[in-house]
């Protein structure tokens, strides 16, 4: 046998071992969200925690994060709705630092319900839950059973996944991860900040829905910016143009203190300077620019 049958012998049986890069397909059931938020809320922080971790440990791997509603309000609701919240769970990776290349985000609506819960079926409140879901998409994970355990950790496995003939191993409990789950104070320097790829920039956009005769509370979950356009001693009378010349008009009270109201919602300072300045500031010169993080609210110059 001659050299070249030799090494072509070779190859073939090293291509023979060789195990494909696995994919897996997953709901994540820790990670919710509030009725018509796209706020990540602090019950799915160990779940992004874990993925993040495991995705940096697997610099090969990519993801798709899909998110998908009930059909419960307007279809091109459920989409606008379902499409921030796959934009928030990637933006949320992105600040863990995942590289943005490597998180896909999608919302389907109510177009890929997973029982008969579809548009005019009379559904109980479990079968609406069961189909509100965030699914990952994983691709090109190494094929050996560790990985796959410890990513079957994060969720239950849809078994839409790429063919296995192993048998799957027991899920165990999610991993523990030691990135601290409270998102930064608002700062200036653009890049700790989530990003949005698609350009959406409004933090709380599902609120902008239905025109308000009044003032929504601004959530206690909110970090990011918005525009306060008055502070008083008592609240506005509901006819202030104040409150009807503004899309959206959120009011946050402290305890004892006077009563603050903003509009416009956004992730980054520039956006939200930008906002004022075109939007607020010929109306309003007295407006100003106010971050939060968590209780904390903090004023910038504009």
Excluded at 1 to 8: E, G, H, K, Q, T
Excluded at 28 to 49: C, I, K, M, Q, Y
Excluded at 76 to 104: E, F, P, T
Excluded at 176 to 197: E, G, K, L
């Amino acid at each position: 046998m001659n050299i070249r049958s030799v090494l072509l012998l070779l190859f073939a049986a090293l291509d023979a071992t060789a195990q494909p890069a696995a994919a897996l397909h997953l709901v994540l059931a820790d990670v919710h969200f509030p009725a018509n938020s796209s706020a990540v809320g602090s019950e799915a922080w160990r779940t992004l925690d874990a993925l993040a971790t495991l995705l940096k440990s697997t610099p090969a791997a990519t993801i798709e994060v899909g998110v998908h509603t009930d059909a419960s309000g307007s279809t091109a609701y459920n989409l606008r709705l379902s499409q921030r919240r796959a934009q928030a769970v990637g933006s949320y990776l992105i600040h863990r630092g995942v590289a943005d290349k490597r998180v896909k985000t999608k919302g389907y609506g109510e177009s890929q319900p997973i029982n008969r819960c579809r548009r005019g079926a009379r559904c109980s409140e479990a079968e609406k839950r069961q189909n509100r879901r965030v699914e990952l998409r994983v691709k090109n994970l190494p094929a050996d059973s560790t990985t796959r355990a410890a990513w079957l950790a994060l969720g239950a496995s849809t078994g839409k996944t790429a063919p296995d003939t192993r048998s799957s191993p027991a899920r165990p409990p999610i991993p523990t991860v030691t990135a601290t789950p409270v998102p930064p104070p608002p700062s200036t320097d653009n890049s700790t900040r989530p990003t949005v790829s698609s350009g959406a920039t409004d933090y709380f956009s599902e609120l902008l829905e239905n025109k308000p005769a009044a003032p929504k509370p601004l959530p206690g979950t909110f970090t990011g910016y918005t525009v306060e356009i008055a502070c008083t001693e008592k609240p506005l009378a509901a006819d202030d143009a104040r409150l009807r010349k503004y899309e959206t008009v959120f009011l946050r009270q402290v305890p004892g203190g006077p009563y603050c109201y903003y509009t416009g919602a956004f992730f980054t300072l520039p956006e939200a300077r930008q906002f004022l300045l075109e939007k607020i500031h010929p109306d309003a010169p007295g407006a100003r620019v106010a971050g939060f993080a968590r209780e904390t609210r903090t004023y910038f110059d504009h």
